[in-house]
């Protein structure tokens, strides 16, 4: 290779270079904005955790509170919501993988449902506000958790869909050619092939609607104590931080900080749990 | 497949019944999954109709104006969208215009500068960081940026005293405002772009980039001639996923965007989101009130622009891709 | 074509094992619905709106759930929305710091009573300024939130802190993003104080300048986190947040700190007895250390409510919280009301339908 020692070349090498250095530096500059993220959340929510958050409820400034109530209304809001979205994104997602592939009624689903994963998630709130609290007159956790259902189910059409449709068509014929039903192939067949990334999925839908709080801002409000009735407003994880981050006192804001650093641990176990689940498989 | 279906009359051998009950089977799995693909559809359609409805009161009192009047005025009802759209246009792009190229730098870096070993760790890092919910960087933004852009304001400000308009400018800035909710942004959608970004240039066949390689070209010849226009398309559809988580955002912008809901040309003062701009007063909206209609055409408007943006990246990205 | 291989295959552990989940989930979510609809009756009640009084809400309502069956959920989302909330009918108890007009009270089939009383201070966040330090007026407030004065080493601001050492940083107020009666208690001082308040007063005006915090904690927050603003608070909010307040000028031409006394002497001057509809007016009185802005705030619920067991747990937590609530306001910088007070609002809770 001649070229390597002309001076265009030694130009060229030059510029790469250069390139080489600008993206170092980019990658050292959100490297460092992240750090900062997790650094302040590490800093100020590691100091704020204790025992006391998972056994004490919210209480006034000044009283030990704990964010106990916070934690089990998110968990049965979270558990409701994907209980309601778990059937309904898998059964829609099959249908849309197994059934709908050359029917217009598939490919109007399947553009709806990607219109609902892009649709903003306050939007939902205002919804089901209008769906549920306007018409049953209050604010209840059942709300909550169809807010968060809403937001579910198409992340869970979408990655089920996909996982079906990565399952070998030999593997179908097979089953099918010994005489199979086509909803004995898909359950027995498909979704067993497909299962660990459609459990990935789930994973992945509860990771981000456990995380949400502007659509539970109109739905369950919010709830100072014990409360596990579907019924009731009812506190949550997010919404208590959001509420008590901008609060004056400095126990609350404390309080926040340890929510924080609870919520992200819990997504990003949830997502580390998801990538294993793939993992494994492959 | 099912051709044993036509013999249900010989329902009484014994080798028959299990064959209707499937068939009995197969109708009831096929309806099933029909009507969940339908109930999704009824959402949406509800969605629709639910903003639709209840936005109609504000378009007869104000007409298709709405859209472009710069006035939201509680106290005597008057009520226009553009400073919110203003607003929320404003901060999605400008995070678009610093997460974009930082995510190209970062997955240029990690696909192709890193050493192998530490590619897989460090890519994981930043798909976990994508997942991270957004109320955590609405904090990070009160409590670490808004203060840090307030003070370097000041700084900056007392650095150009001599020069009276550039010193007006900077003294009138304020430490939350449209461009540290930009700037809010984008940290928080940067490890997502990055993340998608990263796959797609790692999707570059190795054979390509090896010819290339061979003809004697440089590391970022390669990328920029091969593995960019390679994943173009992609990429495009990954930068508007990232448009679109902005434009809806409401916890990260709410925290930092100082939420006037008044007209000011300058990004470093105040502004609102539509998204903000809900979650702060639909509380106080009672029912029936021009108010709360106002705020569903707000969320119209809001939906309309998601839908547009994901039009184009459908558009533009024509086979179906994360 | 037998299809008996396949037909006749049994389920697999693993996909029985996802069946067993997904039905699992189903039933218990079914389960834990019907649960809920018995102890609905354990008349826990929710009240919302109001942001001054929220702190003192909460701690009556952690004592008060030490000695009774129900738990008071109260959420601050600011008067506006509380309003709007209990005419809506989605929780049991409104709470406003800027009273209902009496008609329409009749109107939307409300009873009003006033709960506690606070002050309202003004708050900044200078450097260099200690707290209690810095003097205002009526006046200069009002060109502070309008806009007019834009630094805070303005001649006005120096010509009533004589001697002390202002610099030239910008003034960002900071106000109320949402519907709120605490606005409405500021702004109805200012256009009673101030000759030069061109915003006129309610629960939401149009500030020309400056940043929205939503409720009175956002304010604080704000004020905290920025140099430079000035903001309006429930006294509570800013002596628990170690916040600058400013002594302000009253009618009497005297300048006062906040505090429980000043707080008292305006209230004191209020013939309760002879209120209107149990609204008294306690902005801007004279008196040597009487503080400008002073105000109740208020319980707003349902004349005919339709959860009744929540509604009688919430006027018997009101009528406890008279009772032994005085304490715990008084800790908290808030003064119980007076009994002819006490009275008032009694007579319109005995006019709730029970």
């Known amino acids: 290779m001649a070229i390597s020692t002309s001076p265009i070349a030694a130009r060229r090498k030059l510029k790469s270079r250069f390139v080489a250095g600008l993206c170092f530096a980019a990658a050292a500059l959100a490297l460092a904005v992240l750090f900062s993220i997790l650094w302040t959340l590490v800093s100020r929510g590691l100091?704020?955790?204790?025992?006391?958050?998972?056994?004490?409820?919210?209480?006034?400034?000044?009283?030990?509170?704990?964010?106990?109530?916070?934690?089990?209304?998110?968990?049965?809001?979270?558990?409701?919501?994907?209980?309601?979205?778990?059937?309904?994104?898998?059964?829609?997602?099959?249908?849309?993988?197994?059934?709908?592939?050359k029917s217009r009624l598939g490919a109007v689903t399947r553009f709806v449902s990607d219109i609902l994963l892009s649709a903003p998630s306050i939007l939902v709130g205002l919804f089901v506000y209008e769906l549920m609290v306007a018409t049953t007159k209050t604010y209840s956790a059942i709300a909550g958790a169809v807010a968060l259902a809403v937001i579910a189910i198409p992340i869970i059409i979408r990655t089920t869909e996909d996982m079906l449709s990565l399952v070998p068509v030999p593997l179908r014929e097979a089953a099918a050619a010994l005489g199979a039903p086509k909803w004995k192939v898909t359950t027995l067949i498909a979704w067993r092939a497909a299962g660990a990334g459609m459990v990935t999925g789930l994973l992945l839908a509860l990771a981000r609607v456990a995380g949400e709080t502007a659509p539970l801002l109109f739905t369950s409000l919010g709830n100072l104590n014990w409360s596990t009735s579907l019924a009731e407003p009812i506190a949550s994880l997010p919404l208590t931080i959001y509420q008590f981050a901008s609060s004056p006192y400095e126990d609350l804001v404390e309080l926040a900080w340890a929510g924080a650093l609870l919520i992200t641990v819990g997504v990003l176990a949830i997502n580390i749990v998801a990538q294993l689940v793939v993992g494994r498989k492959r | 497949m099912n051709g044993s279906i036509n013999t249900p009359a010989a329902g009484k051998t014994p080798a028959a019944a299990p064959v209707r009950k499937s068939a009995a089977a197969e109708?009831?799995?096929?309806?099933?999954?029909?009507?969940?693909?339908?109930?999704?559809?009824?959402?949406?359609?509800?969605?629709?109709?639910?903003?639709?409805?209840?936005?109609?009161?504000t378009f007869e009192a104000f007409g298709i104006g709405f859209f472009a009047s710069f006035v939201w005025n509680s106290v005597d009802e008057i009520y226009g969208a553009g400073i919110m759209i203003w607003g929320t246009l404003v901060t999605s792009l400008l995070a678009l215009l610093l997460a974009v190229p930082l995510a190209t730098g970062c997955a240029y870096f990690l696909t192709e500068l890193l050493p192998a070993t530490l590619r897989k760790p460090i890519g994981t890092v930043i798909s976990l960081l994508a997942a991270v919910p957004s109320i955590i960087y609405g904090m990070w933004g009160f409590f670490v940026l808004a203060p840090l852009l307030s003070a370097t304001w000041l700084w900056l400000a007392d650095r150009f005293e001599a020069q009276p308009p550039v010193y007006e400018f900077l003294i009138s800035a304020s430490g939350t405002s449209i461009f540290t909710a930009g700037l809010v942004l984008a940290v928080m959608i940067l490890p997502l772009i990055t993340a998608m970004f990263v796959e797609i240039?790692?999707?570059?066949?190795?054979?390509?980039?090896?010819?290339?390689?061979?003809?004697?070209?440089?590391?970022?010849?390669?990328?920029?001639?091969?593995?960019?226009?390679?994943?173009?398309?992609?990429?495009?559809?990954?930068?508007?996923?990232?448009?679109?988580?902005?434009?809806?955002?409401?916890?990260?912008?709410?925290?930092?965007?100082?939420?006037?809901?008044?007209?000011?040309p300058s990004i470093l003062s105040q502004g609102s989101t539509i998204a903000s701009t809900i979650a702060n007063e639909f509380a106080e909206a009672g029912f029936g009130t021009l108010k709360l209609s106002a705020l569903l055409a707000l969320g119209l408007t809001l939906f309309i622009i998601s839908f547009g943006v994901l039009a184009g990246a459908r558009a533009l990205v024509a086979p179906r891709k994360y | 074509m037998g299809g008996m291989g396949i037909n006749g295959a049994r389920l697999q552990p693993a996909h029985a094992a996802i069946v067993a989940i997904l039905a699992g989930t189903l039933v218990l979510a079914g389960c834990s619905t019907e649960k809920s609809d018995a102890p609905a009756a354990n008349s826990d009640f929710t009240g919302a709106g109001a942001t001054f009084p929220a702190p003192i809400y909460a701690k009556w309502g952690s004592a008060y759930k030490k000695v009774a069956a129900g738990a008071l959920n109260y959420q601050a989302i600011g008067s506006g929305a509380g309003i709007a909330q209990i005419k809506a009918r989605t929780v049991d108890f409104g709470a406003t710091d800027d009273p209902m007009k009496p008609e329409a009270l009749q109107a939307d089939g409300l009873v009003q009573f006033p709960a506690v009383i606070g002050g309202l201070v003004v708050i900044v966040n200078v450097p260099g300024l200690q707290n209690g330090q810095l003097k205002l007026t009526a006046p200069v407030v009002a060109d502070l939130f309008e806009g007019r004065i834009t630094r805070w080493n303005d001649a006005a601001i120096a010509a009533l802190n004589p001697g002390m050492e202002l610099r030239p940083i910008p003034v960002t107020p900071v106000y109320r993003s949402d519907s709120s009666g605490t606005t409405a208690v500021f702004t109805k001082y200012l256009a009673k104080a101030a000759p030069n308040w061109t915003l006129g007063a309610g629960k939401t005006v149009?500030?020309?300048?400056?940043?929205?915090?939503?409720?009175?904690?956002?304010?604080?927050?704000?004020?905290?986190?920025?140099?430079?603003?000035?903001?309006?608070?429930?006294?509570?909010?800013?002596?628990?947040?170690?916040?600058?307040?400013?002594?302000?000028?009253?009618?009497?031409?005297?300048?006062?700190?906040?505090?429980?006394?000043?707080?008292?002497?305006?209230?004191?001057?209020?013939?309760?007895?002879?209120?209107?509809?149990?609204?008294?007016?306690?902005?801007?009185?004279?008196?040597?250390?009487?503080?400008?802005?002073?105000?109740?705030?208020?319980?707003?619920?349902?004349?005919?409510?339709?959860?009744?067991?929540?509604?009688?747990?919430?006027?018997?937590?009101?009528?406890?919280?008279?009772?032994?609530?005085?304490?715990?306001?008084?800790?908290?910088?808030?003064?119980?009301?007076?009994?002819?007070?006490?009275?008032?609002?009694?007579?319109?809770?005995?006019r709730v339908a029970k």
């Open chain 2, 201 to 264: 240039l790692g999707a570059t066949p190795v054979v390509l980039k090896e010819s290339v390689y061979g003809l004697g070209a440089t590391r970022w010849e390669v990328v920029r001639e091969v593995a960019i226009p390679y994943g173009r398309r992609a990429m495009v559809g990954a930068i508007m996923l990232g448009l679109g988580r902005a434009l809806g955002e409401t916890m990260a912008v709410t925290f930092v965007i100082g939420n006037a809901t008044r007209w000011s």
């Open chain 1, 47 to 101: 100091p704020a955790l204790s025992l006391r958050l998972f056994t004490t409820e919210t209480l006034p400034t000044g009283e030990n509170g704990g964010l106990a109530n916070a934690i089990v209304g998110s968990l049965i809001q979270v558990g409701i919501g994907m209980a309601i979205a778990t059937p309904i994104g898998v059964l829609a997602g099959t249908y849309l993988a197994e059934y709908a592939q």
């Open chain 3, 206 to 350: 149009s500030w020309p300048v400056g940043t929205g915090g939503k409720g009175n904690d956002g304010v604080a927050g704000n004020v905290k986190n920025g140099l430079g603003t000035i903001g309006y608070v429930e006294y509570n909010y800013a002596s628990a947040n170690r916040l600058n307040m400013a002594k302000l000028r009253n009618a009497s031409g005297q300048f006062v700190l906040p505090s429980a006394a000043s707080f008292t002497a305006a209230a004191s001057q209020v013939v309760w007895a002879a209120a209107p509809g149990a609204v008294a007016d306690m902005l801007d009185l004279g008196g040597v250390e009487t503080w400008p802005i002073v105000s109740a705030t208020y319980i707003l619920m349902p004349l005919r409510p339709s959860r009744i067991e929540q509604t009688r747990q919430a006027i018997a937590f009101f009528r406890w919280s008279y009772e032994n609530g005085d304490a715990a306001a008084r800790e908290l910088g808030y003064l119980p009301l007076p009994e002819a007070a006490e009275l008032r609002a009694i007579g319109e809770m005995m």
């Open chain 2, 27 to 57: 109708a009831f799995f096929r309806a099933t999954v029909i009507l969940s693909g339908v109930i999704v559809l009824l959402l949406l359609g509800a969605i629709i109709i639910m903003l639709a409805l209840g936005s109609a009161p």
